[in-house]
């Protein structure tokens, strides 16, 4: 089968409670050998397809990485298509009674779920892909995905003509926000004048919309289109109206070959490996991470035709700054669309204010 | 620059509206006929994955939409012999047709994720197309834009004129009389039907072929459900429906853009449920007496069993 790019990473939300109800056909794989008493039994928990070429597909890849990298000493299996709520309560308590004895879950709405679970079987360790929430058995990582938006809005501040860039994102949450924020600083940064004008889909998938949306973004002076959104709907209308773009989640080339200028695309293997490795020593212990680009784990996609010279440079200082801490992308000062300032100059913004954001920077 | 906007965004709403007109017109030949089919989205989403499948195998933009109607209506005729011959429950049948929809399609398009596929060819005429505003909008859409016109006046007449039209009618509104004066009822419903599954096929290969021609999970995204409004919006009448479909894309594609100059005064939300709204006052309007005429067919939704 060929590797196709694009699509999907849902996470946070479900796309309302009939999409849940319609998606709620999860079914248990097996991979590995035979069941050794020796072995330690690992289960993922995914809110999409592994076949959804972005979120979903890349989080597998982690889990592959692991029965890879340790053999017949653990053996992995995943659950596809949970939907978020009393499901997942279900398919986790269905993996505890058949052995499992470590879960990664990898949606913001299996968090609740998770914790309720955890409190009944204290010998289970239980892993929560971005979430607030930790116990002593179950531990929080999430990726700095919004230092992949700062590189690609220096690239946009750098060729954008019209200086305005379209933005097509989910849902008004921190996670998106967030990405807003850092891609318009970072424009900003290179070009003071640079506008993002942003288009809310209230939902993770809906390609129609998403082409929509991303023509009336063209249509109003984009020259430059970026989404935060599951399909690659917005990178193809950029392909079809002969202009740039970014992909985000997974590499969109394949798509939009001509538009992608690059694309932030996700690394969970270093994580899961190590997570695996800590629980075959007995040294596990609960915790709370964020990781990004110093650690290799949110990674840029090969440059795409339309990136000059200048803009590949900037786009790598961009990176190496990031990976050693010059650049910060949430230093002040920065000001909200009202003209505020929200982050006095000479202080940065924690994490904890970061993961709460729900205001947007001006640019927006 | 404001008439190149308008322009631009009301080509947008054309394509908004076409695979809403394409599937509610197919729904409304059903409920004309006394069925309620509730699985236009699994429907439509079968009539995507099929064309985007055939299209993307065989190159060819019209096996793509024969597989889509087929495909589509293979769907519905699972739902015919549950509902029409065995006389099940239509709500509860037309449901579960759009779950079963919704998951074949998903697992039949699972290989087909992340690929591409020519978008269907638009209209050219030499100078005529390119005249400004009007050739823009008229003489600039894809087949399939006035493929769908051209259904709606041919069902409004045909409806309203024809014999067959005048038929499908009175089954629709008293089966037992009809089956009295000698017509076949259920051979009458099993031909609404499945025509609303090809057209509901048609309306989904719009979606994977023309307007994003690419396939996802759940591409339709709910417009299954507001065609469905779309039928009861439109009082059962070709005509209406057409005009609701183009209202629908249009405001829909309103709000975009009105997003993106950055007056956002009616929260996105709010917008997105017009629809259903807009729906739920033409029914109050019509259960108020006021408008008689334009009440449901009075035999929606109930089994028919012939006596013998």
């Known amino acids: 089968m060929e590797n196709p790019m694009g699509l999907i990473s849902r996470r946070g939300l479900v796309a309302g409670a009939a999409a849940a109800a319609v998606m709620a056909r999860p079914g248990v794989r097996l991979v590995g050998g035979a069941k050794a008493a020796t072995t330690l039994k690992v289960a993922w928990v995914y809110t999409g397809p592994v076949a959804d070429m972005g979120y979903t597909f890349e989080h597998d890849e982690g889990r592959q990485a692991v029965q890879a990298h340790f053999g017949d000493a653990v053996q992995t299996h995943y659950v596809e298509n949970v939907a978020e709520g009393p499901d997942c309560e279900r398919v986790l308590r269905q993996l505890v009674e058949s052995g499992d004895t470590m879960v990664f879950s990898t949606s913001f709405g299996f968090m609740n779920s998770v914790i309720r679970v955890a409190r009944q079987f204290p010998d289970m360790k239980f892993e929560q892909a971005t979430g607030y929430k930790t116990a002593t058995n179950v531990a929080e990582y999430n990726l700095r995905f919004y230092q992949g938006r700062w590189v690609c809005g220096v690239v946009a501040g750098m060729l954008s003509k019209s200086g305005i860039a379209g933005y097509v994102a989910a849902y008004p949450i921190p996670e998106v926000i967030m990405g807003i924020n850092a891609f318009t600083l970072a424009a900003r940064s290179v070009n003071p004048a640079f506008r993002v004008k942003v288009i809310w889909i209230n939902n993770w998938v809906d390609p129609g919309k998403e082409a929509d949306a991303a023509k009336s973004l063209v249509d109003q002076g984009a020259d430059i289109l970026t989404d935060h959104m599951d399909s690659s709907a917005v990178m193809q209308t950029a392909e079809q109206r002969g202009i740039l773009g970014f992909g985000q989640s997974a590499d969109r080339s394949k798509i939009a070959p001509h538009a992608q200028l690059t694309a932030i695309t996700d690394n969970w293997a270093p994580y899961y490996v190590k997570r695996v490795q800590a629980a075959l020593d007995g040294s596990w212990t609960s915790g709370s991470v964020w990781l990004g680009m110093k650690e290799g784990m949110v990674k840029m996609a090969p440059y795409g035709p339309g990136m000059t010279p200048a803009a590949k440079a900037a786009a790598d200082k961009a990176q190496a700054g990031i990976i050693d801490g010059s650049v910060q992308p949430f230093a002040g000062p920065i000001a909200d669309q009202s003209g505020t300032v929200r982050v006095p100059a000479g202080t940065i913004m924690s994490d904890a204010e970061v993961l709460k954001m729900d205001w947007m920077v001006q640019g927006t | ?308």
């Open chain 2, 1 to 308: 620059m404001t008439v190149h906007v308008l322009v631009a965004a009301l080509v947008t709403a054309t394509t908004g509206a076409t695979p809403l007109l394409l599937a509610a017109l197919g729904e409304t030949v059903a409920e004309r006929a006394g069925v309620l089919n509730l699985g236009v989205e699994g429907m439509m989403l079968m009539g995507a994955v099929s064309a985007f499948i055939v299209t993307t195998e065989t190159g060819s933009d019209i096996l793509g939409l024969l597989a889509a109607m087929l495909a589509a209506a293979g769907i519905a005729a699972i739902f015919g012999v549950l509902t029409l011959t065995l006389a099940a429950n239509q709500v509860a049948t037309g449901l579960a047709a759009t779950i079963f929809g919704t998951g074949l399609s998903a697992l039949l398009g699972a290989r087909f994720v992340g690929k591409s596929v020519v978008p269907l060819p638009r209209l050219h005429l030499p100078v005529l197309s390119d005249i400004p505003v009007l050739g823009q909008l008229f003489l600039q859409q894809d087949g399939m834009v006035y493929l769908a016109l051209a259904i709606t006046a041919g069902l409004a007449w045909a409806m309203a004129k024809t014999r067959a039209g005048m038929i499908l009618r009175a089954v629709g509104e008293s089966d037992t009389a009809a089956h009295a004066l000698g017509h076949n009822v259920i051979g009458v419903r099993y031909a609404a039907v499945l025509f609303g599954g090809a057209m509901a096929g048609l309306g989904g290969a719009y979606l994977s072929l023309a307007s994003t021609p690419m396939w996802i999970e759940g591409l339709t995204a709910g417009r299954g459900w507001i065609a469905l409004a779309l039928v009861v919006f439109g009082a059962w009448r070709p005509w209406r429906v057409l005009a609701g479909a183009y209202l629908f894309g249009g405001i829909n594609v309103l709000q975009l853009y009105l997003q993106g100059a950055g007056f956002v005064a009616v929260p996105t939300q709010v917008l997105a449920m017009i629809p259903y709204l807009a729906t739920i006052v033409v029914l109050m309007a019509m259960s108020s007496g006021g408008a008689r005429r334009l009440q449901a067919p009075s035999c929606l939704g109930k089994p028919f069993r012939p006596a013998n």
